[in-house]
């Protein structure tokens, strides 16, 4: 194995060994930040990416509170005109449908801050109270209660939660502007 | 329901509406107002002689509940709302006199003017006054 024996005379005599062995290192010395930044790059990526899975969920539960406000209000004046038509059984009906929209909609949007919860906790109160007294005037045989008087707490309801509508459409604009 | 803890909640409150914290608005009832916190509410009601308007659960016999009614008749009534809308507590302020509490007693009929004049109109009438004070100047 001649051939064999002056390789290795070969490569003894010029260190390429010394040389293979120094690329080595060098390439392993800039390969290891290479790969931590692309490692870092990877991550920043994944957390873009829920960031932005985040911040879409949190738009379509903004856009799904504000139409079932909508909703809500538009019912609201429904429920008015029932009672301006003393229809106690749909206005019962409505009370206790009104209600429940308004507690799904706070269980739901955990955006919603302590005010606007406030804001709906206050129609909640209302509507169960209204509906509470109803149900005892029906009780007692009557049937009907102050509907000026019911109409006009509505009133004031529609107006509060109008402005929590308008506050959040407002806030939702703020957020798409802002990136 | 527990009188010292409704003992608490009526400081926390006065406390509360004394740092601008409350907003009072309008009561079903004409002498009614309340304030809405995230998850429950409270209301003040003023209850005038001879009124009967308890619910006939209250008290677990006749002789409790027409009790519990003659302690709530005229007066300052303070009731709390849980989430859904239910009643879950109430304190009068006659209530609290009778068991010796004169100090909340008097908080209850504080905080009653305060909604009084935080909803029923007043706090706009002195808005105004002020309003048309500063532009006349």
């Given at each position: 194995m001649a051939w064999y024996e002056a390789l290795t005379a070969w490569l003894a005599d010029?260190?390429?060994?010394?040389?293979?062995?120094?690329?080595?290192?060098?390439?392993?010395?800039i390969g290891v930040p290479g790969a931590v930044w692309q490692a870092w790059r990877a991550r920043s990526a994944a957390q873009a990416a829920e960031a932005a899975s985040r911040d879409a969920?949190?738009?379509?539960?903004?856009?799904?509170?504000?139409?079932?406000?909508?909703?809500?209000?538009?019912?609201?004046?429904?429920?008015?005109?029932?009672?301006?038509l003393?229809?106690?059984?749909?206005?019962?009906?409505?009370?206790?449908r009104l209600r429940s929209s308004l507690v799904e909609i706070r269980a739901r949007d955990h955006a919603l801050n302590d005010e606007e919860r406030g804001v709906l906790q206050q129609t909640i109160a209302i509507l169960a109270q209204l509906e509470r007294e109803l149900d005892r005037?029906?009780?007692?045989?009557?049937?009907?209660?102050?509907?000026?008087?019911?109409?006009?707490?509505?009133?004031?309801?529609?107006?509060?939660?109008?402005?929590?509508?308008?506050?959040?459409?407002?806030?939702?604009?703020?957020?798409?502007?802002?990136? | 329901m527990d009188a010292e803890k409704l003992?608490?909640?009526?400081?926390?409150?006065?406390?509360?509406?004394?740092?601008?914290?409350?907003?009072?608005?309008r009561g079903i009832n004409a002498r009614a107002y309340q304030a809405s916190f995230p998850s429950s509410t409270v209301?003040?009601?003023?209850?005038?002689?001879?009124?009967?308007l308890s619910d006939p659960g209250k008290g677990s016999t006749v002789n409790e509940y027409f009790q519990s009614e003659i302690k709530r008749a005229e007066g300052i009534v303070l009731r709390v709302l849980d989430e859904f809308g239910r009643d879950v507590a109430e304190i009068s302020a006659?209530?609290?006199?009778?068991?010796?509490?004169?100090?909340r007693a008097a908080l209850i009929k504080q905080l009653y003017e305060r909604a009084h004049y935080e909803a029923g109109g007043e706090r706009v009438i002195?808005?105004?006054?002020?309003?048309l004070t500063s532009d006349s100047r």
């Amino acid at each position: 194995m001649a051939w064999y024996e002056a390789l290795t005379a070969w490569l003894a005599d010029s260190r390429v060994d010394d040389v293979v062995g120094f690329l080595a290192s060098v390439l392993s010395i800039i390969g290891v930040p290479g790969a931590v930044w692309q490692a870092w790059r990877a991550r920043s990526a994944a957390q873009a990416a829920e960031a932005a899975s985040r911040d879409a969920l949190s738009k379509l539960t903004t856009l799904r509170t504000m139409t079932q406000l909508s909703a809500v209000l538009q019912q609201l004046e429904e429920l008015k005109a029932f009672n301006r038509l003393r229809a106690a059984s749909q206005a019962i009906e409505r009370y206790s449908r009104l209600r429940s929209s308004l507690v799904e909609i706070r269980a739901r949007d955990h955006a919603l801050n302590d005010e606007e919860r406030g804001v709906l906790q206050q129609t909640i109160a209302i509507l169960a109270q209204l509906e509470r007294e109803l149900d005892r005037a029906r009780e007692r045989g009557g049937g009907e209660i102050g509907f000026a008087d019911a109409n006009a707490r509505l009133s004031d309801e529609l107006d509060r939660l109008s402005e929590l509508l308008a506050s959040l459409e407002r806030r939702s604009l703020r957020t798409d502007h802002g990136r | 329901m527990d009188a010292e803890k409704l003992g608490l909640l009526v400081d926390r409150l006065a406390a509360a509406d004394a740092a601008g914290k409350l907003r009072w608005a309008r009561g079903i009832n004409a002498r009614a107002y309340q304030a809405s916190f995230p998850s429950s509410t409270v209301i003040l009601e003023y209850v005038p002689s001879g009124s009967v308007l308890s619910d006939p659960g209250k008290g677990s016999t006749v002789n409790e509940y027409f009790q519990s009614e003659i302690k709530r008749a005229e007066g300052i009534v303070l009731r709390v709302l849980d989430e859904f809308g239910r009643d879950v507590a109430e304190i009068s302020a006659r209530e609290l006199e009778e068991a010796g509490d004169l100090q909340r007693a008097a908080l209850i009929k504080q905080l009653y003017e305060r909604a009084h004049y935080e909803a029923g109109g007043e706090r706009v009438i002195d808005e105004l006054l002020a309003s048309l004070t500063s532009d006349s100047r």
